[in-house]
Nanobody, 121 residues
Framework: QVHVGESGGGLVQPGGSLRLSCAASGSIFRIYDMGWYRQALGNERELVSSITRGGSITYVDSVKGRFTISRDNAKNTVYLQMNSLEPEDTAVYYC???????????????WGQGTQVTVSS
């Protein structure tokens, strides 16, 4: 079965940096778009950044110039480098990957369980 899992969250001071990693594993034929979402306490989940298999990238305006998304297709992994972190970045960060499993034609979105990022003095 396909599994997606994140790592790299933690507590950091304002202005600090974190790098999140998300790896997909299991019976995978191909991974298409991958992205990072976040959900702050009391807020809706929002798309932070996405990257296609070919490398096309989007960012939400609030993180432009501070966050960088990248992926390694050979490792089935997507990263989110977060610099100049602000308290407003505090949230649970979730990874989503659009994946076609082996021997199946259906393409599904798979979510990680989330990793907590807290930016505080």
């Amino acid at each position: 079965q396909v599994h997606v899992g994140e790592s790299g969250g933690g507590l950091v001071q304002p202005g600090g940096s974190l790098r999140l990693s998300c790896a997909a594993s299991g019976s995978i034929f191909r991974i298409y778009d991958m992205g990072w979402y976040r959900q702050a306490l009391g807020n809706e989940r929002e798309l932070v950044s996405s990257i296609t298999r070919g490398g096309s990238i989007t960012y939400v305006d609030s993180v432009k110039g501070r966050f960088t998304i990248s992926r390694d297709n050979a490792k089935n992994t997507v990263y989110l480098q977060m610099n100049s972190l602000e308290p407003e970045d505090t949230a649970v960060y979730y990874c989503k990957a659009r994946i076609q499993p082996l021997l199946l034609s259906a393409i599904n979105d798979y979510w990680g369980q989330g990793t907590q990022v807290t930016v505080s003095s």
